[in-house]
């Protein structure tokens, strides 16, 4: 059956730990959309094209991922796309509280989409697009935890 699941987020830029969260998501599912949300409220690093151009280089021909971008209702985008699933993922205690909330609103948006939370590995666990930008910013290695082209990217600028 072809099932599609919608991987959404900020992406801003994109870690080894989104990566890993969207090769296990494609285990389960047929395919996977990778998508960049478009919130002009939110002060981000990369431009949307930016964040979709260094997603799609960091996954080379990974086999059943898709990579887009959209604005508006995740539901209505994940409806859009003939979607069954939200996957997110979760590293430590910290992130279930916002993504339990993100759930149920969906949920109560869409019964139909069911959100799939996938565990982040051991070696992601503490990192952040967030935490990428500050320790990049300041001088320190992040070679370990971004694919190549995002570290380019980081350290050009
Ligand atoms: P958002 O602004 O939607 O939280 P992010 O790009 O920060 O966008 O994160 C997108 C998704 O990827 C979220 O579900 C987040 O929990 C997950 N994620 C972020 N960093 C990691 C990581 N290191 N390992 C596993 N999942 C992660």
Redesign the pocket.
Known sequence: MNKIAV??????P?????I??LKRATSIFSKVIIAV?VNPN?KSRFTVEKRVELIKKSIGDLPGVEVDSFSGLLVDYVKMKNGVAI?????AVS?FEY?FQMAHTNKKLAPNVETVF?A??NR???????VIKEVSSLGGDVSDLVPNCVLKELTEE
């Open positions: 991987y959404p987020g900020s992406f801003d994109v870690t080894k730990g989104h890993d969260i949300v939110k996957i997110r993922g979760l590293r992130d993504e996938i982040a590995d992601y666990t503490f990192i952040s697009s967030n």
